[in-house]
C-alpha cells in the first residue's frame, strides 16, 4: 500500500475492514458473498435520490422473467434514449437493490432514463446465462414496449466491474444484429475485458484494495466462461464500429490497467473515447460512497464525460 497513492478515507476504510475481519467473498459459498454485499449497501452507500418515477417490472427472457427496474427524473417523458445498467458482483453476487443508490444519482445527473436489469447469476447459471438476458432485456426496450412511459431512440449500455462488461458484450451484440433502436454509447465502468491477460496492476492491487486475487478466481470459476470468447474477453475483438464511449478506471483496482488497455484500443479502432482514472480510489467505488466520501468527486467526474458523450452523439 505504501508504494501506491491511497487517498485518507480510502486508507481508513481499508483499516477498517482488516479490523472487522469476517470472510472474503470466496471464503463462503455464493450465497453468504450476496447476503453480505446486500448488506453492506445501506451501510456503505448513500441514500437513493428522491426521482419521480420508480419502478419494477420484467420482460421475458431466454429462461423466463427478468426482474427491471425503471428510474426517471422526470413524471412526463418523450422521446428519449435510455440507460440499460447492468450491475457488477464478478457475475456472482448483486442485484438491483444493491445499485440502487447509484441507479437513482445516474437518471438525475444525466437526466435521462434507466433501466436496470436483475439478469441470472453464476454458477446456478453459468456464461453465457448473464449476456443472453442483458441482451434479451435490451432488445425488449429497444422494441418499445408499452410498459415503458415513453418511446426509447436509442440505447446507452453502462455497468459497473461485471456490468461493464456486459455493457461492453451487450453494445457488441447489437451491432451485430441491431436491434429497433441503435446504440448510441456506452459506459463501461471499472470493466472486466481480458480475463487471461497479465497486467501490472494485477500484481500491485491483487491483495489488500477490496477485490483480490482469490475473490476474482473465485468469481471467475463460477461463471465458467470459455477462455477467449468473444462474448467474454471483449478485449481481443474487432473494435470497429464501437459507439462513443466512456472508459472509467480506479488506480487501485486489479482491473484498471485492463479498463486502459479497453480504452487505448477504441483509440487505435478510431472510437471517440472519454478516459478518467479515480487515482487513489478502489474497486467498487460507485457502492460505497458513504464510507469513502471522495468517491462522490469521481463520480461528478464521470458524470460530466458521460453528458459530454451524450451531447457529442446529440442524445442531450
Not at 419502478?55 to 434514449?81: E, F, K, N, Q, V
Request: hydrophobic share 40%; with cysteine.
Amino acid at each position: 500500500m505504501a508504494d501506491l497513492h491511497v487517498r485518507d478515507d480510502v486508507r481508513k476504510f481499508l483499516e477498517m475492514l482488516e479490523q472487522m475481519g469476517g470472510k472474503a467473498a470466496h471464503e463462503g459459498t455464493p450465497a453468504e458473498a450476496r447476503m453480505a454485499f446486500n448488506m453492506m449497501t445501506p451501510l456503505g452507500d448513500l441514500e437513493p435520490v428522491d426521482l419521480a418515477v420508480i419502478t419494477d417490472m420484467h420482460c421475458d427472457g431466454p429462461a423466463g422473467r427478468i426482474p427491471l427496474r425503471y428510474y426517471d427524473a422526470r413524471a412526463d417523458r418523450g422521446d428519449s434514449p435510455v440507460i440499460l445498467f447492468l450491475h457488477g458482483g464478478g457475475f456472482v453476487i448483486g442485484n438491483l437493490d444493491t445499485h440502487h443508490p447509484f441507479c437513482t444519482s445516474l437518471a438525475k445527473a444525466l437526466d435521462l432514463p434507466v433501466v436496470a436489469v436483475d439478469y441470472r447469476l453464476a454458477p446456478e447459471h453459468p456464461f453465457p446465462a448473464a449476456p443472453d438476458d442483458c441482451e434479451a432485456a435490451a432488445r425488449w426496450v429497444a422494441s418499445n414496449p408499452v410498459a415503458l412511459p415513453f418511446t426509447p431512440t436509442g440505447l446507452v449500455p453502462c455497468g459497473d466491474s461485471a456490468g461493464g462488461n456486459l455493457a461492453i458484450v451487450t453494445a457488441r451484440a447489437l451491432q451485430k444484429e441491431p436491434a429497433d433502436v441503435p446504440v448510441v454509447a456506452q459506459f463501461p465502468i471499472y470493466p472486466l475485458v481480458d480475463s487471461q491477460g497479465e497486467y501490472e496492476s494485477f500484481r500491485e492491487c491483487s491483495e489488500g484494495f477490496l477485490l483480490t486475487a482469490e475473490t476474482m478466481e473465485w468469481f471467475g470459476k463460477h461463471y465458467a466462461a470459455e477462455a477467449g470468447n468473444e462474448r467474454n474477453d471483449v478485449l481481443h475483438q474487432d473494435l470497429a464500429g464501437t459507439p462513443p464511449t466512456v472508459v472509467v478506471t480506479a488506480g487501485l483496482d486489479p482491473l484498471r490497467d485492463q479498463g486502459e488497455a479497453y480504452a487505448a484500443k477504441l483509440r487505435d479502432s478510431r472510437v471517440s473515447v472519454r478516459e478518467m482514472t479515480a487515482d487513489g480510489n478502489i474497486h467498487g467505488f460507485i457502492c460505497i460512497r458513504k464510507m469513502i466520501p471522495s468517491s462522490q468527486q469521481d463520480i461528478d467526474q464521470m458524470f460530466v464525460l458521460m453528458n459530454e458523450t451524450l451531447e457529442e452523439v446529440g442524445a442531450k
